[in-house]
C-alpha cells in the first residue's frame, strides 16, 4: 500500500482506513428452552463486542455505509433439559427473515434411550449484505420423546465481522 503524504514506515490495512468492522461478539446468560421440532430464533443478551451498534434485538443488522461481504460464526450446545434427550438438532442461519440455508447445518443421529444429553454445533458462512440487511440465528431440535429441548447459555455465542 502506498504511503499517504510521501511518509514513511510500514503501510498497514488501518492507515489505509481498512479495517474488519463492524465486528460483532455475543453471547447467552442463561438457558433458553425451545419447542421440541420447532425451528425458533435463539436470543443473546450478553455483548462482548459491537463495534458499529448493529447487533440489537437479537439481530445484526449492516450499518449505513457498511455493505459487503461478513464472515459469522454460530455456536450452539443443545442441552436435553430435563431428561428430554436428543435425537437431531440443526443451527439455521436467518437473513432478512428466511433462511439462508448455505449456512444451516443439520446433524442426525440414533438415539433411541436417554444416551445423548448435550451436543455442541458450529455453523461458519460468508454472507453479502446491502444496508439495512439483517441476520438471525435460528436453531431446531427433536428429542427422543417429544419434550422440549434447551439451548445452553455455556458454549453457545456468535460472532461476525465485515471482510476487508
Avoid: R
Avoid at 443478551?45 to 449505513?64: G, H, Q, R
Avoid at 438471525?136 to 417429544?146: F, N, Q
Amino acid at each position: 500500500l502506498p504511503i499517504a503524504n510521501g511518509g514513511t514506515g510500514a503501510a498497514t490495512f488501518a492507515a489505509a482506513g481498512l479495517s474488519n468492522t463492524p465486528a460483532f461478539s455475543v453471547a447467552k446468560s442463561a438457558a433458553q428452552t425451545i419447542t421440541n421440532n420447532t425451528t425458533t430464533k435463539i436470543t443473546f443478551n450478553t455483548e462482548y463486542l459491537d463495534t458499529d451498534n448493529a447487533f440489537a434485538s437479537d439481530k445484526f443488522t449492516c450499518p449505513v455505509g457498511k455493505a459487503g461481504q461478513y464472515s459469522m460464526t454460530m455456536k450452539l450446545l443443545f442441552w436435553k433439559n430435563s431428561g428430554n434427550y436428543l435425537k437431531n438438532h440443526q443451527i439455521d442461519p436467518y437473513l432478512n427473515g428466511s433462511s439462508l440455508n448455505s449456512g444451516n447445518m443439520n446433524t442426525s443421529f440414533i438415539a433411541d434411550s436417554t444416551t445423548i444429553t448435550q451436543m455442541n454445533m458450529i455453523t461458519s458462512f460468508i454472507v453479502t449484505l446491502a444496508e439495512g440487511n439483517y441476520v438471525e440465528c435460528y436453531a431446531k431440535a427433536l428429542t427422543v420423546d417429544g419434550g422440549n429441548p434447551a439451548i445452553y447459555n455455556y458454549y453457545t455465542n456468535w460472532s461476525g465481522f465485515k471482510l476487508i
